[in-house]
């Protein structure tokens, strides 16, 4: 069976030091891994996605995320954070057939001054 | 482009109402889905479809029907609503499984 899992439901960091969301998933086959990012009252927004290549891949408002394959990992980077990064932060995969796209269950990032 | 659009964004519905939820997206994407968010959860999938006259169940589709009778609309149907079906339903669509998700504003539904 798909499944993602994000082990923290909180992370707190302060502005201006790097960041880390984790982000392990099950998946049969190749795996597409997504992150998405969720402020208050809004829908998800797409940040970055690896579907086959280079395993560091770069997104939206300087976010990077790392493929791992032995580790079958995902996690999502920022090497200074801002207190507007502070937010809901998803991560998804689809399953080898690409039609399903499975979510973690959030990881809420602060960021304090 | 309008992206894609949510209606209604709140509702409060009586257990044993029936609703639907409208979806309709405009970028001409083969991939729909339906979820719903509840607090420490995630998102959910309920319902997806790959194209029009095609869909297929996900992790959470009891109490729920759709259709895909064009490939702008997705609706999802609530014949029967109960209490447990309380809920954010976000609608999504994308270009294929490869490419990344558009999600709509959200709808939050509230059965008394």
């Known amino acids: 069976a798909q499944s993602v899992a994000q082990p923290e439901d909180q992370v707190n960091v302060a502005e201006g030091n790097p960041l880390t969301v984790k982000c392990t998933y099950s998946?049969?086959?190749?795996?597409?891994l997504f992150w998405y990012v969720q402020y208050p009252n809004r829908g998800l927004q797409f940040l970055l996605k690896?579907?086959?290549?280079?395993?560091l891949v770069k997104g939206s408002y300087g976010f990077e995320a790392e493929f791992n394959k032995s580790q079958t990992s995902f996690h999502l980077k920022k090497p200074s954070a801002l207190v507007s990064d502070s937010a809901l932060y998803f991560c998804?995969?689809?399953?080898?057939?690409?039609?399903?796209?499975?979510f973690g269950r959030g990881t809420q990032l602060t960021v304090w001054p | 482009n309008a992206g894609v659009t949510q209606t209604p964004k709140f509702q409060v519905l009586k257990t044993g109402q029936s609703m639907t939820l409208q979806c309709a997206q405009d970028?001409?994407?083969?991939?729909m889905s339906w979820y719903r968010q509840d607090p420490g959860m995630g998102l959910r999938l309920i319902h997806y479809?790959?194209?029009?006259?095609?869909?297929d169940q996900g992790e959470v589709p009891n109490g729920y029907n759709v259709s895909r009778s064009t490939t702008e609309d997705f609706p999802l149907r609530l014949l029967s609503a109960a209490p447990s079906q309380t809920s954010v339903y976000f609608c999504?669509?994308?270009?294929?499984?490869?490419?990344?998700?558009?999600f709509g504003q959200g709808t939050r539904l509230t059965v008394v």
């Open positions: 999504a669509s994308s270009y294929r499984g490869t490419t990344e998700a558009f």
């Open positions: 998946v049969s086959g190749n795996p597409y």
């Open positions: 690896y579907i086959t290549g280079d395993n």
């Open positions: 998804a995969v689809r399953d080898s057939s690409a039609r399903r796209l499975y």
């Open positions: 970028m001409n994407h083969e991939y």
């Open positions: 479809s790959v194209g029009a006259g095609i869909t």
